[in-house]
């Protein structure tokens, strides 16, 4: 294999020159993307939830109480029952890769004659900034991508939830617009689990008018705030007060470890929403509404949701059980043509992330091994970065969406 003139190595290039805009240890990084999603997810949470261990990743719910109450008479004979009511929840851990790589020639010719020890540890310690922030970057992208990648084909399916498959969960896996099937486009079940014969397995969906958003109409064809209305209720599980808390979730769990996912279309119109009712459904605050919330939860732009976005998640949204092919929110499928019949407007995701929560092997969590070089090339390093992890949802009917009637 031939190798590469000095000069070839762009960051060796645009890393040395007379003069910089910025110090010599910082640099632009405008490979970010606008908007991230797991920061969000990790929010709050704690150590012994994010980091687990073990083979697979496992939770145990109750999804029915195998009703055993009963009235009776005096001296009344009964029979005595134990119900076997738990299921397990079980996934299985997706393995992502990065790494770092480079040269001994582009770090040893990045030192000047005649440097001191100290100025040495200084181009030493940019050159590794750059190497490193380039990984990071590369490396939380990805998995950004992975959350909002589109689950809706047969073939995908395979790949999250069968043990060989090798795409984490993403959050359309969970959500879905259907309420036919209760799952993705060319699934049957979601780990494991068959939410057709599970009632109790299924997201919440609630629609509106998204071609006349601003009118009250009926259930479900209505306005867009009746349809976050119905929304909440339909996602709010309230226990008993007072009554053995032990037993039942707590109902005002972290509010900002729950939101309310929206692309830049979703979030201007429920700011327009709110200037449609001059000021009577928000406390006083500037004209530019970006503070935004609904019931004390954040309404959060998520700019890899915006139609036809370069490094979005184009075709996330999916036709009903009717349909086969998916859509974004302009009604274009992944390769930007119109598909018939398709449901376009702004999607409004309920996600409650004491519910829905990224787990990751505690000796797996961004792990940094030790650089070494290559076989064939002894001059070149690379330090790779291995992360074991997968999305774990404990409940879906805490999750939801609001999405248009039509």
Not at 10 to 19: I, K, L, R
Request: proline letters at 5%; hydrophobic letters at 35%; charged letters at 20%.
């Amino acid at each position: 294999m031939a190798g590469s003139a000095l000069t070839n190595f762009a960051d060796f290039v645009n890393s040395t020159g007379p003069a910089y805009l910025r110090t010599p240890t910082q640099f632009l990084n405008e490979a970010v993307q606008q908007t991230y999603l797991l920061p969000r997810f990790l929010r709050g949470k704690d150590f012994d939830k994010v980091l687990q261990g073990g083979s697979k990743i496992k939770d145990v719910v109750m999804f029915d109480d195998a009703s055993t109450y009963q009235r009776y008479n005096p001296n009344e004979p009964f029979t005595w029952v134990q119900p076997q009511i738990t299921t397990e929840q079980q996934i299985f851990w997706r393995f992502s890769l990065d790494h770092m790589s480079w040269t001994d020639h582009e770090v040893e010719l990045n030192m000047d004659e005649g440097l001191t020890r100290a100025a040495v540890r200084v181009q030493y310690k940019r050159r590794k900034k750059q190497i490193e922030q380039r990984m990071w970057t590369s490396m939380l992208n990805g998995m950004e991508k992975d959350l909002l990648q589109s689950p809706h084909t047969a073939a995908i399916e395979a790949q999250m939830e069968q043990e060989d498959g090798k795409e984490a969960y993403s959050l359309g896996a969970f959500i879905t617009e259907d309420t036919t099937n209760f799952v993705p486009v060319g699934w049957t079940t979601i780990m494991g689990i068959n939410p057709a014969s599970e009632t109790r397995w299924r997201n919440q969906v609630s629609l509106y008018n998204f071609d006349d958003p601003f009118t009250i109409g009926p259930e479900d064809a209505g306005s867009l705030i009746q349809a976050l209305d119905d929304q909440w209720l339909k996602v709010m599980f309230l226990p008993p007060d007072g009554f053995h808390p032990e037993h039942f979730e707590v109902a005002a769990l972290q509010a900002f470890a729950q939101g309310i996912l929206c692309s830049r279309k979703g979030k201007n119109l429920y700011k327009t929403a709110l200037r449609e009712e001059n000021d009577r459904l928000v406390t006083l605050q500037d004209a530019a509404y970006n503070a935004t919330k609904y019931s004390g939860v954040d309404i959060v732009y998520l700019a890899q949701l915006d139609a036809g976005k370069a490094n979005g998640v184009s075709a996330i949204f999916e036709h009903d059980g009717a349909r086969s092919a998916a859509y974004d929110e302009a009604g274009n499928n992944a390769a930007g043509a119109a598909v018939t019949g398709a449901r376009d407007g702004a999607r409004f995701w309920f996600c409650n992330g004491n519910y829905l929560c990224p787990v990751f092997h505690k000796r797996r969590y961004f792990y940094k091994k030790t650089p070494y070089t290559l076989e064939n090339q002894p001059f070149t390093w690379v330090g790779p970065v291995d992360c074991w992890n997968n999305l774990f949802c404990n409940s879906r009917q805490r999750q939801g969406i609001v999405a248009p009637f039509a």
